[in-house]
Each structure stands twice: as structure tokens, then as C-alpha cells.
């Protein structure tokens, strides 16, 4: 899952400078501490493929960190030591520099925490999301989802169990087949269409989109560096049509080819910041990341133009039938609303509570998934456990520290870009 690559001539200058990765010198200043971070970061990935998501800085760090073969006990105590360090330099800098070392801080915990996972430590499900994360979750009970059930009963009355109607209903809007790349395009093409409105990327951001297979997610951003990303998206079961716009902004715009491409402008080689040139799948970015990605289906579609939108493009490239679109949608943002079903699930399932038959059906009978789909959900929780929180704990993060105090759609999306050009940790969205 690496995916390992060079920026290029800027970052290959500013790698001549200062001692070689992993031998920084008592004396050294943040820059070289920053070049340690990442030579403990990449030989984590050397163990964990699926630590390390993105990649493009300085090749020679990568190719040390690769051919030193340190043990995760080594990793862990040369982390320790780095920690120590940075917290030093913590009590003499201010303003954007505390911010960076404060970073550097909660990405080295989340290292050293997943470190201890892979060495076969347990901790709780909501320990584990602090510890990786910086946030918990809260914790629901079966009271919360019935509520929300019951209006989505009221909307889609009839025999059988509500799981049932509900799948049955939303499988009149699967797009078909031969027509998921249009639909595709067409979506990603708005997405990128109404974000460039608001936020300016750099001239030569672009993406490639795959279609895959034997995935346990729904699609996915892999970041290569210089503006590009490739986006692949899983055919493994039949996609509905809100999932193409819903996708087309998390993976896309504004989300997180545009985060990732931000970050790397203005921090990387705005402030030749290179810890921002890796992507450390279990760390508190992520947060960042899945909830900006979320948040911004949203942002770019505000109100009721998501609905115009796909009735008046996507429906007619489907060929599908938009007479119950009204209906579909109204689900959609009833379904949302059990979001966290999802996490309930994972926290009882990873903490031993329940079985993966139990987690399938309380994903059935409170997130209303299919039992496939359902299925599907535990085989990610089983590669990403606590992660999960990220997606709808993120999004009412961001959501609420976008929308506090701002009056205008312009006041959002600035604020939205700032939250993606800057070194924001979880608590900083409180």
C-alpha cells in the first residue's frame, strides 16, 4: 500500500542539508529532528505496509530507513529519545513553530502506539482512538438509533424488516455497470468544478481514476506527490448513485487530493516543512483528512444543489428513473444520521463484546446495511479498527469548527481552507 516517490528538486536541495537520517546530532535544531521523525515514521512502514499511506520526500531518507531494518523495540526507543527532544525545543518556540513541534508530538504518540499494536499490546477501542487519534467517540446506545429508525420507517412503510425495504428501495438507483465511469467523471468533474470556485490548487494538480476490486473500503486517495493522486474506487458490490458525488468530493474535491495537495504547497515546499511529506495513516491527520472529506459533499454542495444537480446530470447519464430522487435522498440523510451505528459496532466487536456474526447484525438491524455490505464493514474494521471514528466524529469536528462564527458561504470555504493549509490537530477543531 506505499506508495514511495520524490517532490522532486526542492525537496532533493533541501535534503543536502544537514547531518543523514537518523544520526541527529545532539545539537540539532527542528529541521534535523524533523529528518529523524521520518526515518522512524519510514522504517515503521517497513514493518506495517499499511502505516505509511503517503510518501514524497526526500529519497534517501526511504532508501536508510529501508536498508537499517530497526526492530520496532529499536523504533520505539529512538522515538522516545526524539520526543524528549522536541519537547525542549516545545518550551522555547511560539506561534507556527509550537504549532509544528506540537504536531510532531501527536504523530510520534500515534507512531509509538501503533508500534505497540503491531508488537500485540490490546487497549481498549476508545484508548486506542485517543492514543492514535487524539479524539473519542461517544458512546451510543440502541435508544439513539431507534429514534432515527423510526423516521425512516415512517418514510419507507411496509412489510418486512426495515433493513429490508430500505435496501430494496436503494437498489433502484445502483448505477449501471456500463455507465460508472461517466457518472464518474461527470461527478468529479462538478466536485472539481465548484472547488476550484473557492480554493486555488496548483496549475498542475491532476488525478487518475481506477476501478478495483477485493477491497475492504469504497474508495480511496492514494496521494503520489506533486499534486497528483491516483483515486481508485471498488466495484466489489453495486454502487449507488449518491455515492459518486459522495466520493468524487471525499477522495477528490475538496477533499483529500485537495488536502493533500495544500499541504504540500504551502507547507512542505511553502516552509520546507518535510515531516508534511509523509502521510502517517494512524495518526491524528486522519481526522483531519476523513472528516474534511465528509464535511467538504457538503460545503461544495450546499442545500438543495446536490439534489438539482445529479436529477439534472447524473440521473439522465444512469438512465435511472429520478421520479423518487426526493425520496432517495430524504433516506440518504436519515441513513446518515446512523453513521455511528458503524462505530458502536467496532468498539463491541475489537473489545471482544460481540462476534463478527453479532457485528453483522447489529449493522443490519441499526445501520440499515445490507448484510453484504454489512460483512464488508467488519473486514474493514479488521484492517483499520478504531479509524472508523474518523469519518463521522471527523466530520462533526470540522463542521463545527467551519461553520462557527461565519455567516456566508465564502467565510466557509476560507475557513475550510486555512483548517487544510496548516498544521491543525483534532483539538484544535474544538
Not at 143 to 161: N, T, W
Not at 205 to 230: C, D, I, R
Not at 416 to 421: G, H, K, N, T, V
Request: glycine share 8%; charged share 25%; aromatic share 10%.
Amino acid at each position: 500500500m506505499r506508495r514511495i516517490l520524490s517532490l522532486g528538486i526542492i525537496l532533493m536541495t533541501l535534503s543536502a542539508c544537514g547531518p543523514k537520517p537518523g544520526d541527529a546530532p545532539a545539537s540539532a535544531g527542528i529541521e534535523d529532528l524533523a529528518r529523524e521523525y521520518l526515518f522512524l515514521e519510514l522504517a515503521t512502514g517497513w514493518h506495517d505496509p499499511a502505516h505509511v499511506d503517503a510518501y514524497f520526500g526526500p529519497a534517501e531518507i526511504q532508501a536508510e530507513a529501508e536498508a537499517s531494518q530497526l526492530s520496532l523495540d529499536a523504533i520505539r526507543v529512538r522515538a522516545t529519545a526524539l520526543a524528549a527532544r522536541l519537547r525542549v525545543l516545545q518550551g522555547e518556540r511560539t506561534g507556527p513553530e509550537s504549532a509544528r513541534l506540537d504536531g510532531l508530538l501527536a504523530r510520534l504518540q500515534a507512531m509509538e502506539t501503533r508500534i505497540a499494536l503491531n508488537q500485540g499490546s490490546t487497549l481498549p477501542f476508545d484508548e486506542e482512538s485517543r492514543q492514535l487519534f487524539g479524539v473519542q467517540a461517544p458512546d451510543l446506545d440502541a435508544s439513539y438509533f431507534e429514534a432515527i429508525l423510526a423516521d425512516i420507517d415512517a418514510l419507507l412503510p411496509g412489510d418486512g424488516p426495515l433493513s429490508e425495504r430500505v435496501n430494496d428501495f436503494q437498489d433502484r438507483f445502483v448505477i449501471p455497470p456500463d455507465r460508472l465511469s461517466a457518472v464518474f467523471d461527470a461527478a468529479i468533474a462538478e466536485c472539481r468544478r465548484r472547488t476550484l470556485q473557492n480554493i486555488e490548487l496548483p496549475g498542475n494538480e491532476s488525478f487518475t481514476l481506477e476501478y478495483v476490486t477485493g477491497k475492504p473500503w469504497s474508495g480511496y486517495n492514494w496521494y503520489q506527490g506533486n499534486a497528483q493522486s491516483v483515486i481508485q474506487i471498488n466495484t466489489d458490490l453495486p454502487i449507488f448513485i449518491s455515492r459518486a458525488v459522495d466520493l468524487g468530493c471525499h477522495e477528490g474535491y475538496p477533499g483529500h487530493h485537495t488536502y493533500n495537495a495544500l499541504l504540500e504547497q504551502n507547507l512542505v515546499i511553502g516552509k520546507g516543512w518535510l515531516e508534511f511529506s509523509l502521510y502517517p495513516l494512524f495518526s491524528p491527520q486522519s481526522l483531519i483528512a476523513e472528516g474534511s472529506g465528509n464535511y467538504g459533499i457538503d460545503l461544495a454542495f450546499p442545500g438543495a444543489e446536490r439534489i438539482e444537480f445529479e436529477k439534472s446530470v447524473l440521473f439522465p447519464l444512469t438512465g435511472l428513473d429520478a421520479t423518487e430522487a426526493d425520496r432517495y435522498y430524504a433516506l440518504q440523510g436519515l441513513l446518515a444520521r446512523l453513521s455511528y451505528a458503524g462505530n458502536e459496532a467496532a468498539r463491541d466487536f475489537l473489545d471482544g463484546r460481540i462476534d463478527r456474526d453479532q457485528a453483522v447484525q447489529w449493522l443490519v438491524d441499526y445501520a440499515l446495511n445490507s448484510p453484504e455490505r454489512a460483512l464488508q464493514r467488519t473486514q474493514f474494521i479488521d484492517s483499520y479498527r478504531s479509524y472508523v471514528i474518523n469519518y463521522n466524529l471527523g466530520q462533526d469536528m470540522v463542521r463545527g469548527y467551519v461553520e462557527r462564527d461565519t455567516s456566508t458561504a465564502d467565510d466557509r470555504w476560507a475557513r475550510f481552507e486555512r483548517m487544510l493549509s496548516n498544521p491543525v490537530l483534532p483539538r484544535d477543531l474544538e
